[in-house]
């Protein structure tokens, strides 16, 4: 599976993800799309299986707009949101098995939303993950799937203070640094920050290029480091 997250810095949050896709007889290619913005404050993310993922985050988008005077804060999305991913996933069960497809238990599809919630005036993360789709609320970050390099690194590297700016750069560290070590993590970036002031903002392909330009000395010193302590 991928790697998606959610970031919160002191003055918004950073969603970030890979493109590799994965499903049962949908083998893995770099082309998936694995967010989406809901609206002005909020986005949604997916990881794991491909096609219920992004028919989840499509219907929930679909959702929102359609019913957009009851649905305009983060709490009411977050609300729907678990219904919606729940029927997208058995609706596309159910299709792969009279498909005569199986899935195994561990292939897994989940959902990541982010956003400010301006009736709290606070900046909220919340969890599905199939079969239950129980949603958790996190009050600092969330990596979801294949993280665990990146949990190394993001605790070593993350500290309150920091700004989305910033955390833009260490989420892109983290995702290349996984790909190295986990080979259901690829392709092309996909980023975004949320703030108050600016909202979802997606980044575009230029922009991460020139965040990957600027931080090709640090990755080379990080694989540097790790040489000189590892060498025999």
Same mark, same amino acid.
């Given at each position: 599976?991928?790697?998606?997250?959610?970031?919160?810095?002191?003055? *918004?949050?950073? #969603?970030?993800?890979?493109?590799? &896709? $994965?499903?049962?007889?949908?083998? %893995?290619?770099?082309? +998936?799309?694995? =967010?989406?913005?809901?609206?002005?404050?909020?986005?949604?993310?997916?990881?794991?299986?491909?096609?219920?993922?992004?028919?989840?985050?499509?219907?929930?988008?679909?959702?929102?707009?359609?019913?957009?005077?009851?649905?305009?804060?983060?709490?009411?999305?977050?609300?729907?949101?678990?219904?919606?991913?729940?029927?997208?996933?058995?609706?596309?069960?159910?299709?792969?098995?009279?498909?005569?497809?199986?899935?195994?238990?561990?292939?897994?599809? *989940?959902?990541? #939303?982010?956003?400010?919630?301006? &009736? $709290?005036?606070?900046?909220?993360? %919340?969890?599905?993950? +199939?079969?239950? =789709?129980?949603?958790?609320?996190?009050?600092?970050?969330?990596?979801?799937?294949?993280?665990?390099?990146?949990?190394?690194?993001?605790?070593?590297?993350?500290?309150?203070?920091?700004?989305?700016?910033?955390?833009?750069?260490?989420?892109?560290?983290?995702?290349?640094?996984?790909?190295?070590?986990?080979?259901?993590?690829?392709?092309?970036?996909?980023?975004?920050?949320?703030?108050?002031?600016?909202?979802?903002?997606?980044?575009?392909?230029?922009?991460?290029?020139?965040?990957?330009?600027?931080?090709?000395?640090?990755?080379?010193?990080?694989?540097?480091?790790?040489?000189?302590?590892?060498?025999?």
């Amino acid at each position: 599976m991928t790697l998606a997250m959610a970031l919160r810095a002191y003055d *918004g949050l950073v #969603l970030a993800t890979d493109s590799r &896709a $994965t499903g049962g007889a949908h083998q %893995s290619e770099d082309t +998936s799309e694995k =967010f989406l913005q809901v609206n002005r404050d909020t986005g949604v993310m997916t990881y794991g299986l491909a096609v219920p993922g992004y028919a989840g985050i499509s219907r929930l988008v679909e959702t929102v707009k359609s019913k957009r005077e009851e649905l305009t804060y983060f709490r009411p999305i977050a609300e729907a949101a678990g219904s919606v991913f729940r029927a997208e996933y058995k609706e596309w069960l159910t299709s792969q098995k009279q498909q005569g497809h199986e899935i195994p238990e561990e292939l897994k599809v *989940g959902f990541i #939303l982010g956003g400010y919630d301006s &009736a $709290t005036n606070q900046f909220s993360i %919340s969890h599905w993950e +199939s079969p239950e =789709f129980q949603e958790r609320q996190y009050d600092g970050d969330l990596l979801a799937a294949q993280w665990h390099t990146a949990r190394f690194l993001l605790n070593k590297l993350f500290y309150p203070e920091i700004s989305v700016a910033q955390l833009r750069e260490l989420a892109v560290f983290l995702l290349v640094e996984t790909a190295i070590t986990e080979p259901t993590v690829g392709g092309p970036l996909q980023l975004a920050t949320i703030t108050l002031g600016q909202g979802f903002q997606r980044l575009h392909e230029k922009d991460i290029n020139e965040i990957l330009q600027r931080s090709q000395k640090r990755f080379c010193q990080f694989r540097k480091i790790l040489l000189e302590v590892f060498a025999l």
